[in-house]
Structures are given as C-alpha cells and as structure tokens.
C-alpha cells in the first residue's frame, strides 16, 4: 500500500511527535484537533521537534523548515482524514472518546484508508466495535519521542485484517521504525 497523505487526529504531545515524523519523512500531514488555539500552540510544539531533529544533523539543514510547509491544520475530523490513506488518532485514552472519533474518522476518511491508534492501555477489539470496517483498525503505539525513539507496538484486535497489520508494519519501516 502507498501512504503519501497522512492524518493526525489529536495534536497533543504524541500527535505532534507523529506529525514531525510523518512530515519528516516528505508526507503531507494535515494535523486535527478541536480548536484553532490548540492548533497553534501544537504546530510551535511540531516546530521545536523539526528544529531539535535539523540542530541534531538527523534533518539536512532546511528540512525542518520544508518539512513544516507540508503539514495542514484543521478542527475538524471529517475534513482532516476525507483524503487519508493513513490516520494516526493520539486523542487521551478514554474508550468513550476513542469509540466516538473513530466512529467519526470511519465515516469520512476513504475506503482504503488504515486507521491506527496510539492508545497505550485500551484494546482496539473494544475501539473498533462501533465503526463499519472494523478489519483497517489497530494499534500503532509509540515510544516517545516519537520522531526520536524508533521502537513502535503495532497490535490488532480481534476484526483487524492480516492485510492491515502487515501494510501498517511496512508503513512503520519505511519510517526507520523497529515494530514489535
């Protein structure tokens, strides 16, 4: 599967480690949470981590700032993940939330689309049981820093496809990610 266009519904700490990873790595990243403040407050996080990478020399000097360019915000879920082929939910793990903003991402984001959560204590079995393919859901949990620390938790649960797991762990490598 080709991913080019990603999603990052929640832009708290772990989302904008995803997203400068994601943009990183020359994806056009539209970032999501509820509000333009946030937004703003997340993409100056996004920003800081793009520029740790670049001082680092783990970015070529200027691809932090080209990095930043691809990425696009919104407050809102169907708008950020209508074009997908890949969406990251980072929102606080709480089933009831969860259940709700996947229920939201699998009513607009496109057929083939992966949808990965990086809930850190919940089971995806219970996440997915309110969306209408249940099979592209699973886990994509990180070690933060996300856009440092290369060890990522990729699980399924119990209506995720084989197809799904094996596309998000080629995914994962691409990225320099070690999936476990």
Known sequence: MDIHKVS??????????WAALFSSAGLEVILQDVT?????????GVKSNLMFLEA??????????AALKRIKVS????????????????VPDN????????????AAAPDHAILASSASGLLM???????TRPDRCVLVH???PVYLIPLVEIAGG???????????????????????
């Open 36 to 44: 333009e403040t946030v937004l703003e407050k997340s993409m100056r």
């Open 95 to 106: 089933y009831d939330l969860k259940k709700q903003v996947f229920r939201e991402m699998d």
């Open 8 to 17: 990052c519904v929640g832009a708290g700490l772990i989302g904008q480690g």
């Open 158 to 180: 119990e209506q995720t496809s084989r197809e799904t797991v094996s596309a998000t762990y080629d995914f994962m490598k691409k990225l320099g990610k070690i999936p476990v």
């Open 125 to 131: 079995t219970e996440i997915q049981k309110l969306v």
């Open 75 to 90: 407050t809102l879920i169907g708008e950020a993940v209508r074009k997908a082929d890949y969406v990251q939910e980072s």
């Open 142 to 144: 990180p070690v933060l």
């Open 56 to 65: 680092s020399n783990l970015l070529k000097q200027g691809e932090a700032e």
